[in-house]
């Protein structure tokens, strides 16, 4: 069982920049993929960005490449969603999600994340 904690949000002038942090308990977090998704008002649930368990790989919608970076500190825990230039379109709730990809297709699919935390709003003004 993993439970996550998003922490981070808030609101930010457009141009502006957030940390988005998600504390794990456990201790197989290392063994994890652990992804970011948002759920934007009216809108479905989007993937954003992946890392491999340790680290090694990274994956990213094609909306924030360039924009924003996915890390990871298996000592601490914790994965971080470092996101700049935000855009007023980045306004969501942003959720971090562990599970199990097996292959890269994989680390996109909600479905492929077996524990989500609670979410964290961030809304960017123009």
């Known amino acids: 069982q993993v439970q996550l904690v998003e922490s981070g949000g808030g609101l930010v002038q457009a141009g502006g920049s957030l940390r988005l942090s998600c504390a794990a308990s456990g201790r197989t977090f290392s063994s994890y993929t652990m992804g970011w998704f948002r759920q934007g008002p009216g809108k479905e649930r989007e993937f954003v960005a992946a890392?491999?368990?340790?680290?090694?790989?990274?994956y990213y919608a094609d909306s924030v490449k360039g924009r924003f970076t996915i890390s990871r500190d298996n000592a601490k825990n914790t994965v971080y969603l470092q996101m700049n230039s935000l855009k007023p379109e980045d306004t969501a709730v942003y959720y971090c999600a562990a599970g199990l990809a097996y292959a890269d297709y994989l680390v996109s699919k909600s479905s492929t994340y077996n524990y989500w935390g609670q979410g964290t709003q961030v809304t960017v003004s123009s």
């Open positions: 890392i491999r368990r340790n680290g090694g790989s990274t």
